[in-house]
């Protein structure tokens, strides 16, 4: 069994210093961390709209980190989604 946890922004800061990117594995998305596994649209209204909510998100809150690239995965007993390769 997989134990789910909510990395500190310091955590996700060391590791995309060091680029061990598979630390991310089972790592909860929460309101200072968020995955998105591709690029935002910015051709479309919604993808603009989308991309500027969640940078204010982050902004209004005490920061964090908007990754690109990384899929996430909802698990049904996870009240958030997990960071996954």
Avoid: Q, W
């Avoid at 005490?62 to 990754?67: A, E, N, P």
Wanted: aromatic share 4%; proline share 4%; glycine share 8%.
């Amino acid at each position: 069994m997989t134990i789910l946890r909510e990395p500190t922004v310091e955590e996700v800061n060391s590791i995309l210093s060091r680029g061990t990117f598979s630390e991310l594995i089972s790592t909860v998305e929460h309101a200072l961390f968020e995955c998105k596994n591709g690029l935002y649209d910015t051709k479309t209204l919604n993808g603009k709209i989308e991309l500027a909510k969640d940078i204010s998100v982050l902004a209004n809150s005490s920061g964090g980190y908007l990754l690109i690239g990384p899929a996430t995965k909802k698990k049904s007993t996870s009240p958030g989604r997990r960071a996954t390769r």
